[in-house]
Nanobody, 127 residues
Framework: EVQLVESGGGLVQAGGSLRLSCAAS????????IGWFRQAPGQEREGVSC????????YYADSVKGRFTASNDNAKNTVYLQMNSLKPEDTAVYYC????????????????????WGQGTQVTVSS
């Protein structure tokens, strides 16, 4: 059974940091691109970042470049999203998702309908 389990969300003041984790199981980690997405109330889902566990390549939305960093620990089948300099507009439910690399290209990484999704974790940034 494929599972993606996010953790690490919470309430933080503007300017603070959080690290999200996404623990994956039930599939071969290296064969998938792992994306981070977020959705705020009343807004469309937004791609935040993506990482290829096979080589560590990372991709980011312009809105988070320089503030967020994705990383992976292949031994633990886990990817992380380090979020620094958080802003109130970063408030959202954050999801990790997995998509087979054979159906994935870097260009347009945020636009794929990722195959597997986690349940999400709430991030709230107060001003």
């Amino acid at each position: 059974e494929v599972q993606l389990v996010e953790s690490g969300g919470g309430l933080v003041q503007a300017g603070g940091s959080l690290r999200l984790s996404c623990a994956a199981s039930g599939f071969t980690f290296d064969d998938y691109a792992i994306g981070w997405f977020r959705q705020a109330p009343g807004q469309e889902r937004e791609g935040v970042s993506c990482i290829l566990s096979s080589d560590g390549s990372t991709y980011y939305a312009d809105s988070v470049k320089g503030r967020f960093t994705a990383s992976n620990d292949n031994a633990k089948n886990t990817v992380y999203l380090q979020m620094n300099s958080l802003k109130p507009e970063d408030t959202a439910v954050y999801y990790c998702a997995a998509h087979p690399r054979k159906w994935w290209q870097p260009r347009g990484w945020a636009g794929y309908e990722y195959l597997y999704w986690g349940q999400g974790t709430q991030v709230t940034v107060s001003s």
